[in-house]
């Protein structure tokens, strides 16, 4: 409601400052003829009234700027959370489509932004129609053809500009692929995650260059529309300059025959002015309405993208004590791929064992693990625990139930503490499990070198963090996954980083856990002892 308040006060308040000029023109010549003293208290009243106005314009115009300022934030941060919401709640099967890719792409490249455009667009239209109406009253009382003049001048700028805004998302969308391979190179060469390899390959120059040569081919894509734009708007200017002229002639001849005054001409021509600057607002608030909702479904063509894993409506209670988990006939392929990954296999992991997987490289052996986590559902055949397919559990108490660390496990810029913590997310910190837990991953030695011990910021990222080696971050991450109370624990090639006096410790870790969980190991084949 403010916003609508402080638009309407800013469209009429110049109008009536049109008239208060006229007015103080035509005392000024008044007191040209006549001498100050007789006019002095007009002309100082229309002086002082004109100022006055032209100051509440301004504190109008810094009002509406702070309360912009507030809706834009809250705007934005609601958008980014539909984004990430929906980012949380697909499968993952998404992430391995390049066409979602370019989805998710356009929608947080745009759709965080164009909601705010649309609103401001929203607020130029009600704010031009506000003063296009002073505006046309106005001039109504002098001659209807300057009226005509007015909207047959800007009819070509309209017709350009919803050209312009249908052309520049075309070319945003067309060039999707290109614009995230820029972004992917632009990462390789200034991502710390890259720059060991980068310097040690010195592939900085090969890497420019393809970020160079996207980047050209995008830049010649933008410069032909550019340049057909460009011709575009020359020729709709030279239709307003024409159409200026023409209303200068039209006001000129009854200044000239006596039958408007000074101040009047200098009205109506400025009405004539601003309706021009009016209709152009007009007209970029409605082109930019087309344009900005043109944006704007990338949002929700992302945000209709609906999951394929989901709870069933009814769940089955999860169970309290898990004597199995069973892989029954498996066939599976990732989307797109031709050849399954599994195929017909069937395991059986049992509480107070340790069950390993083990096989090549494309074996399929992380996959197990995904699917029983239901990150993905096999094509065929079933995952059951205890007996009862996983699909008849509620997703979110399944995927608690169950505790993995990936062999690409995530190094977390958090305290020691806080990233310990993460196994067991949502509930209060106990300190004695922490303990127990690096105590369990054998990071206790690792936590004592630390600066600041369980307070420790880890990683470089950000002030006071400190980096540990592969082996290190590896025993973190392993002392993330037993603090959580999961009675299914995964493990995918735990031991690749591992020294051989750890991997003893290890095994010596996997005996006391193995009496009250199902332990599930995943290991290289030339790893096997």
């Keep these: 409601m403010l916003k609508l308040l402080y638009t309407a006060v800013a469209s009429l308040l110049p109008l009536a400052n049109l008239y208060v000029l006229k007015m103080l023109v035509d005392t000024v010549m008044q007191c040209v003829g006549d001498g100050f003293g007789v006019l002095g208290e007009s002309l100082i009243f229309y002086i002082l009234l004109f100022c006055g106005i032209t100051l509440l314009v301004r504190l109008t115009g810094v009002l509406n700027t702070v309360n912009s300022d ?157 340049r057909r734009m460009a011709f575009l708007d020359a020729t709709t200017a030279i239709v307003e300059a024409c159409a200026l002229a023409a209303v200068m002639f039209l006001l000129i001849r009854p200044v000239a025959e006596g039958i408007l005054t000074i101040g009047t001409f200098v009205m109506l021509f400025e009405a004539f002015r601003r309706g021009q600057g009016y209709l152009g607002s007009l007209v970029g608030g409605v082109s930019g309405v087309y344009e900005h909702k043109l944006f704007i479904y990338n949002l929700f063509e992302f945000l209709e993208l609906k999951p ?27 989307p797109d791929m031709k050849q399954p990954v599994l195929s017909h296999y069937s395991l059986k992991a049992a509480r107070g064992e340790i069950t390993y997987i083990e096989g090549e490289n494309g074996f399929g052996k992380t996959t197990l693990l995904k699917l029983l986590l239901r990150l993905y559902d096999p094509q065929q055949g079933s995952v059951c625990i205890n007996g009862i397919d996983i699909r008849r559990f509620d997703v979110a108490e399944l995927r608690h139930g169950i505790s993995a660390i990936f062999q690409d496990y995530v190094n977390y810029c958090f305290t020691v503490r806080d990233t310990v913590a993460l196994g067991d997310i949502g509930r209060d910190v106990d300190e004695s499990r922490i303990a127990e837990a690096i105590r369990m991953a054998d990071a206790e030695r690792v936590v004592q070198r630390l600066g600041k011990g369980l307070d420790t910021m880890l990683g470089r990222q950000f002030e006071g963090g400190e980096d540990l080696s592969m082996g290190q971050w590896q025993r973190i991450a392993l002392a993330r996954q ?3 109370n999961a009675q299914v624990l995964l493990f995918d090639e735990p031991m690749a980083w591992m020294d051989a006096e750890a991997c003893k410790q290890f095994m010596h870790t996997l005996e006391e856990l193995r009496q009250n969980h199902v332990v599930i190991l995943v290991r290289h084949i030339e790893h096997a002892v």
């Design 308 to 334: 394929l894993i989901k709870s069933p409506e009814e769940p089955v209670v999860f169970p309290e004590i898990i004597e199995e988990v069973s892989f029954n006939d498996i066939t599976f392929s990732y």
């Design 482 to 484: 037993l603090y959580s």
């Design 70 to 226: 507030v809706l834009t934030q809250k705007l934005v941060d609601y958008i980014n959370g539909l984004i990430q919401d929906q980012s949380i709640a697909l499968d993952m099967s998404y992430y391995d489509n390049p066409e979602y890719h370019d989805t998710f792409h356009r929608a947080q490249q745009e759709a965080a932004y164009r909601p705010i455009r649309i609103m401001e667009s929203m607020m130029a239209v009600f704010g031009s129609v506000l003063s296009l109406a002073g505006i046309v009253v106005m001039l109504l009382s002098v001659s209807w053809e300057i009226i005509v003049v007015m909207i047959v001048a800007i009819l070509p700028t309209f017709v350009v500009r919803l050209y312009k805004s249908r052309r520049i998302y075309r070319f945003r969308r067309e060039t999707t692929q290109l614009q995230r391979r820029s972004n992917y190179f632009g990462s390789l060469l200034t991502n710390r995650v890259y720059a060991k390899e980068v310097r040690a390959y010195g592939l900085a120059g090969f890497f420019r260059k393809s970020y160079m040569n996207i980047r050209r081919t995008m830049v010649n894509k933008l410069m032909k529309i550019s």
